[in-house]
């Protein structure tokens, strides 16, 4: 499946941000969906992964009571909710979808990514 984030930009710190990701082709009711990130000069890191199935929801530390992931069915979109930025968050942001029904932070358990979208928060 291919995926197409949006929702990226410029923003100060404090402000909030919400990052969309949608498929192109089949449905996302199967897959479970994540967000990564990647700052520059540094590993991709995950971020939060949703059960499409249940809802289920897993977070890294480091945004735990920030973000927020979330999906509609109906539009078949899953969504980043960032609040409270950080410049610390600055990176390019991936969502991802696996095939396993669990929860997972690890990228080799996501088969499917999108292209990412710049997120930058300034000081």
């Known amino acids: 499946v291919q995926l197409q984030a949006s929702g990226g930009g410029l923003v100060q710190a404090g402000d909030s941000l919400r990052l969309s990701c949608a498929p192109s082709?089949?449905?996302?009711?199967?897959?479970?969906m994540a967000w990564f990130r990647q700052a520059p000069g540094k590993e991709r890191e995950f971020v939060a992964c949703?059960?499409?199935?249940?809802?289920?929801?897993y977070y890294a530390d480091s945004v735990k009571g920030r973000f927020t992931i979330s999906r509609d069915n109906a539009k078949n979109t899953v969504y980043l909710q960032m609040n409270s930025l950080k410049p610390e968050d600055t990176a390019v942001y991936y969502c991802?979808?696996?095939?396993?029904?669990?929860?997972?932070?690890?990228?080799?358990?996501?088969?499917?990514w999108g292209q990412g979208t710049q997120v930058t928060v300034s000081s």
């Open positions: 949703i059960l499409w199935i249940g809802g289920n929801t």
């Open positions: 991802a979808a696996g095939r396993g029904r669990y929860l997972s932070d690890r990228a080799a358990d996501f088969d499917s």
């Open positions: 082709g089949r449905t996302f009711s199967t897959y479970t």
